[in-house]
């Protein structure tokens, strides 16, 4: 299975979307063992503390009836560095696939075969929440939503824009040409004026 593509990570608390490259080597968590995450995932698709697991599944169960092959992880202190939670979901990506979601107290990180880099990114900035429940909730419905569609936006504006335009001109036209036939009306009955007077 070739690794996914789309990588991207955003701190929980950031008033901004924050990005970095792709990483060269994976470097997960030290205090991680893969193989354990890999094979929670597997299982259930969540890999988390106990207390956090039942409400994860049904997440997790709830996204992929809507066609999202989401697995989420939850670590439950942060890591040196807050690439590791992208690196790991890289990691743990490559073997179960799909879209994975990695979650700290203080920062996500996630990847996907499927989702592009600019979903993944707007859906890590706007998923919050009072656990990680509801922030992967969040993040499973803000990917497959769809943002405003500012070209469509953008196009009909033009066009309304356009047509006003026309509309004016059009207005405009028909107009200009009703003073030059009340001048060449008034103009013959001036000169039958002038020839009744001097009669």
Known sequence: MSAPTHLVFTPLHASGPLHAALPLHAA?????????????????????????????????????????????????????RDTDLRDLATTVGESEGGTILVMSPDWMGSSSDSISRVQLETAQDRSFGDSSAAIADRFSHEIVQPGPPWALYTVLLVAIVAIAAAITFAVKWRRSPEPAVAEQVSEPSELAVGHAGSA
């Open 28 to 80: 997960v968590p030290s205090d991680v063992d893969v193989d354990d995450v890999v094979a929670d995932v597997a299982q259930n698709g969540v890999s988390a503390p106990a207390a956090d697991v039942p409400a994860l599944v049904n997440v997790v169960a709830d996204a992929r009836e809507r066609g999202i092959d989401l697995s989420v992880i939850v670590l439950d202190a942060n890591p040196s």
